[in-house]
Nanobody, 120 residues
């Protein structure tokens, strides 16, 4: 599975950005996709996640500002980010969780990351 992200960039505080990620390769067993981020000097954290069943999960700091959506038929996941602030500055990574067997074992695939910088 290969993941290609797009949509990062520089934006002023209060602005918006939309990230997109397309999965290719053997994608049939992808059961969830999401976005993680890593700021300088910090650990990578989950930002938003969505399953094939359309269940979503967000980190508390973005719940009222970000929205994740996905089209699993097209293997695309997007993240609409509104009202961005300086704490959102990070490298954002696309993630796909691939199910290996019926026992629930899986593996995570990662994109290369896209930089999001919010200026104050």
């Amino acid at each position: 599975v290969q993941l290609e992200e797009s949509g990062g960039g520089l934006v002023q505080g209060g602005g918006t950005l939309r990230l997109s990620c397309t999965a290719s390769g053997y994608v049939n067993n992808i059961v969830a996709m999401g976005w993680y981020r890593q700021a300088p000097g910090k650990q990578r954290e989950m930002v938003a996640r969505i399953t094939r069943g359309n269940s979503t999960d967000y980190i508390d700091s973005v719940k009222d500002r970000f929205r994740i959506s996905a089209d699993f038929a097209q293997n695309v996941v997007s993240l609409q980010m509104n009202n961005l602030n300086s704490e959102d500055t990070a490298i954002y990574y696309c993630n796909a969780h691939y199910l290996l067997d019926f026992e629930g074992n899986g593996v995570d695939y990662w994109g290369r990351g896209t930089q999001v910088t919010v200026s104050t």
